[in-house]
């Protein structure tokens, strides 16, 4: 498994001294660490960034019981900035601001993948695009849409990539004849080695000889046409 237990701070992430972290929706902040302090510098983002887990599983969030609250006026700008080596266990309720509380409510929280460097931007989640060309001459783009995905019961926080049915542990390749790649590349393998070579049909009707003739079409002189069939009106 892959946890962690963290406080989030829910105070003001501009002004803490004058902002209230109570009454109303609060969005958290950067996380708050008891061991080095209980107001980071600099919090002045919205969320709390977690690192990506290495493998995909399960993702739970398990609020629990419990309030710090912190007075920052109290000991001026450098409460405000950094509190150091400061226990927030000791300080629990120090000034009685959770006796004064009676409602404590959650939303659903929300999680966006964002890219890993350093700032706040959302990572690129567009669907990957595998292409190959099956004839270049041909004069008609044949496009095949795939849809990949993980069973929701097991992993519903893994979508996308393909997992045994025995152990639900995920696979990056397969083989198919002589080849080992991803399975959206044999696919395409599978599609050139029945679309590459194209036949010519020719639907027409004419008059049927006595012998087995081949037969021309004006707009293809190269070709020959062996009939297959014949309509007649009755």
Known sequence: SYTDR???DY???TDPREDC?????????LVADPSAGTYPNGAHDFGLKVPYPPVGGWLRVDVYQGLYCFDHTEKGEEW?????????CAMWNKNAYFERLRWL???????TVYANTGAAVKADLDDIEYTGYINRAAKEELSLDTLCGTHTVPSPSARGVYLRAADHLQFHHLRRAAHTDHPERLLIGTLISQYSHRMTQLSGECSIC????????????????????????A
């Open 6 to 8: 963290v406080f989030l």
């Open 11 to 13: 105070g003001s992430k």
């Open 21 to 29: 972290g109570i009454f109303g929706w609060k969005s958290n902040g």
């Open 80 to 88: 405000m900035e950094e509190v150091n080596g400061t226990n927030p």
């Open 105 to 111: 409510l959650y939303k659903v929280p929300e999680v």
């Open 210 to 233: 006595p012998n087995a003739y081949v037969f021309t079409e004006a707009n293809q002189p190269d070709r020959r046409f062996l009939v297959k069939g014949e309509v007649l009106n």
